[in-house]
């Protein structure tokens, strides 16, 4: 469904370990309006490759398709330092510029074409509503990225160990992610009320997600009931 709405993913081979998904930003998974703009979902270059152009050459691609297709320029949703998102930094090496930024740390970056194009926009990334009553987490989904599910695992793990109640909420479609993430990352969102705790996708934010937990509550470890 999504290759027909324009999504491309583009591997890099015979010089890198990486790739770079795309689609165009009316359907784009990421609670921002970007209509005329390619939004990057992901890019992600592995190992050694790192610091070698690569990634530089991944979002090119992307870069040369947006002007074939006369599109207004390129976006995405970035972060500083954090585990499943596209590094800001990188993009503004690549001559982006970064339109604004929303809690808890996430940028809007673009690359225009021209100067008069319409500027994308957060789309909110507000108070997450709890997605069952007396839940302690909440974690907003989607389809879109197959390390969700890995994620779902991790956390349904940590309810069973920690005595908390966990909920799921799935975000069925990028109009939905639009209008109801509490992010605009939108994919996966780990939330706590109406506070966003991260973007726990992978392994290795496993830990902040805990330390993060401890701080917010540490009578959580008390609860009793999983909501899965």
């Known amino acids: 469904d999504r290759f027909r709405e324009g999504l491309r993913i583009k591997m890099a081979v015979g010089g890198g370990n990486g790739f770079i998904e ?3 930003g009316e359907y784009a998974w990421r609670a921002v309006e970007a209509p005329g703009y390619m939004v990057v ?3 992600w270059v592995v190992g050694r490759e790192k610091g070698r152009g690569c990634g530089t050459a991944l979002l090119e691609e992307c870069v040369r398709e947006a002007r074939d297709r006369k599109m207004h320029g390129v976006a995405a949703v970035t972060a500083i330092g954090e585990t499943g998102l596209c590094d800001t930094g990188f993009y503004l090496k690549n001559g982006f510029q970064l339109l604004n930024t929303c809690p808890p740390g996430v940028d809007l970056v673009t690359l225009k074409f021209h100067r008069r194009a319409p500027d994308p926009r957060f789309t909110g990334g ?6 069952a009553p007396g839940n302690d987490v909440t974690v907003f989904y989607t389809h879109q990225c197959p390390y969700v599910y890995d994620g779902l695992e991790q956390l349904g793990q940590m309810g069973d160990e920690r005595g908390m109640r966990v909920a799921a909420r799935n975000l069925a479609s990028a109009e939905e992610v639009r209008r109801e993430a509490p992010s605009p990352f939108g994919t996966f969102v780990v939330c706590r009320g109406d506070n966003v705790l991260t973007h726990l996708v992978h392994h290795s934010a496993t830990g902040k997600l805990r330390r993060r937990l401890q701080r917010a509550d540490p009578v959580v470890q008390n609860k009793l009931r999983v909501i899965s």
């Open 41 to 43: 979902h992901c890019l």
């Open 126 to 131: 507000g108070a997450a509503p709890d997605a």
């Open 22 to 24: 795309y689609i165009p």
